[in-house]
């Protein structure tokens, strides 16, 4: 058992105050939340949290030895940075623990006015490998970077022992296209960018029409799926569409279908992963308190040399299924 074991981290979703408390009591070591704006690209109607809720959430984390980190990782527009720029300033004003950002300019900002703020790179920045991630961390003083869902274990090891910074992965939760940070299919169909105005297939552009006996979900106009009498009707992002090519219907990018790397945790702290991410800042309650405390009692067995438990229900997966992702790369 490495001597990284007992300070592994795990970094559990907020996407309202009331999910941060129950991220914090079910034993996350770190929350992660954003602004209720644009900076932050989870920018959905009833999420986030305000300038006041953001103080109320660090006290009470900090109350409870957890930690708030507050994603800025979207992409300020071009001669518009001001917004972004408060967000930085506010999250230091606020005591945040740390800022996770993406774009350059932000990060130099950052670094510049607030030298004392921790920054970790989003995975929005798509960086993965050693010349990427060693660049952060001289020009900005990056601590830590998120990576991409793209890389495999012993890939990831080698970050880990190249790269004098923290490296952060993925571990549980919905599954993006194998490019992070540059989802143009839902800017094209919407004409929102999730990179810049943070919503991924916004909800003001989502649509489900009943036809006979089918139920069509479309975006922006497109149709993205069509599913069958009793068929669940999954929301219609994009990337996991089902469509019609070379005379075959499927799913061309990527099947509703979440990461789950439960059997797979030893290899990744054994890699020296610092910290254990798990998706869902769009995710009630119930599923921030059953996720987190699973990866709790597995974290805590693992640092103890046991087996991890699996307390983990299907029914909490999307789509009810769950992969190892690129981690194994079976489709290679």
């Not at 839902?186 to 989502?206: E, I």
């Amino acid at each position: 058992m490495t001597a990284s074991v007992p300070q592994a981290e795990l970094v559990c979703p907020a996407g309202t105050p009331a999910a941060l408390r129950a991220a914090v009591d079910a034993g996350a070591d770190c929350v992660y939340l954003g602004f209720r704006d644009e900076t932050n690209a989870r920018n959905f109607p009833g999420l986030n949290f305000s300038r006041a809720e953001l103080a109320e959430g660090v006290a009470y984390a900090h109350d409870h030895g957890a930690k708030v980190l507050v994603a800025i990782n979207t992409f300020p527009r071009a001669g518009q940075p001001e917004i972004w720029h408060q967000a930085i300033d506010d999250a230091a004003r606020l005591h945040v623990d740390a800022a996770i950002v993406a774009d350059l300019g932000l990060c130099a900002y950052a670094a510049a006015r607030h030298p004392d703020l921790r920054l970790h790179l989003s995975v929005q920045a798509s960086a993965s490998s050693v010349e990427a991630i060693r660049f952060y961390h001289q020009a900005f003083n990056i601590r830590r970077a998120v990576l991409p869902r793209v890389l495999t274990v012993p890939e990831i090891a080698n970050l880990c022992a190249s790269v004098p910074i923290e490296m952060e992965v993925f571990i549980f939760g919905g599954l993006c296209v194998m490019a992070e940070g540059r989802c143009a299919l839902s800017s094209y169909a919407t004409g929102k960018s999730p990179n810049m105005n943070g919503a991924c297939s916004p909800a003001s552009h989502v649509r489900y029409i009943e036809k006979g006996d089918k139920v069509v979900s479309q975006l922006g106009g497109f149709t993205i799926n069509t599913f069958g009498a009793g068929e669940p009707a999954g929301y219609p992002t994009l990337c996991k569409g089902r469509f019609e090519a070379n005379g075959r219907l499927n799913y061309l990018f990527e099947e509703p279908t979440s990461l789950n790397t439960l059997a797979i945790l030893p290899e990744l702290i054994a890699a020296g992963v610092r910290a254990f991410k798990i998706e869902g800042r769009q995710r009630g309650r119930a599923y921030v308190t059953n996720v987190v405390r699973a990866f709790r009692a597995a974290v805590d067995a693992i640092g103890r040399g046991e087996t991890p438990p699996d307390l983990l229900q299907g029914d909490i997966a999307e789509g009810g299924r769950q992969t190892a992702g690129a981690y194994e790369r079976s489709w290679r």
